[in-house]
């Protein structure tokens, strides 16, 4: 009795072991689009202050690399007269790990990557504005409910450091 269920117990495992596991597919012609709000921010004039929108696109230009475009808004905050607006919009380029990490799902997609993004910051008027050429970097993941609408989360040096919001897959 032992030696069947011993059997019954390999012959599942290694059926189990074999058996393909699905993986969100990201390959030249795949299409993303993020719509969300940030939160957070880096340097001196961004750091905690107020919740903006972003938006971001990637496009499959190769297996599991996507090159894209971001563009975020952040408006918060007066002190006397002045009001501090700030927006940034760049290109970016990103890896996607789920073959590398093998992951066992066809609704998760986990990826990194960087850009090169133009940041304006104004304050108190069209006088005072200062803008700068930097490269973000971005650690991401996504979540699909159905085939083509999802969840995502981004960490970054962006305009937000934070970034969540809803996902489209075309």
Request: overall charge positive; glycine content about 18%; cysteine-free.
């Amino acid at each position: 009795m032992k030696k069947i269920h011993f059997s019954i117990l390999l012959v599942l495992g290694l059926l189990a072991g074999t058996q393909s596991f699905a993986q969100l597919a990201v390959d030249k012609g795949s299409k993303f689009i993020n719509l969300g709000i940030g939160v957070g921010g880096y340097g001196y004039y961004t750091v905690g202050s107020g919740i903006g929108l972003n938006a971001s696109a990637d496009f499959g230009v190769y297996k599991n690399i996507t090159v894209g475009a971001v563009a975020g808004y952040k408006s918060y905050g007066s002190v006397g007269t002045y009001k501090y607006n700030s927006f940034d919009i760049g290109a970016r380029g990103s890896y996607h790990f789920n073959e590398l990490l093998n992951l066992g799902t066809d609704k998760a997609d986990l990826y990194a990557g960087l850009g090169i993004s133009y940041f304006s910051f104004s304050y108190g008027g069209f006088l005072d504005n200062y803008g700068t050429v930097y490269v973000p970097i971005h650690l991401g993941g996504r979540y699909f409910f159905s085939e083509n609408v999802g969840a995502f989360a981004e960490l970054g040096s962006s305009l937000a450091t934070l970034k969540l919001g809803v996902t489209f897959k075309f």
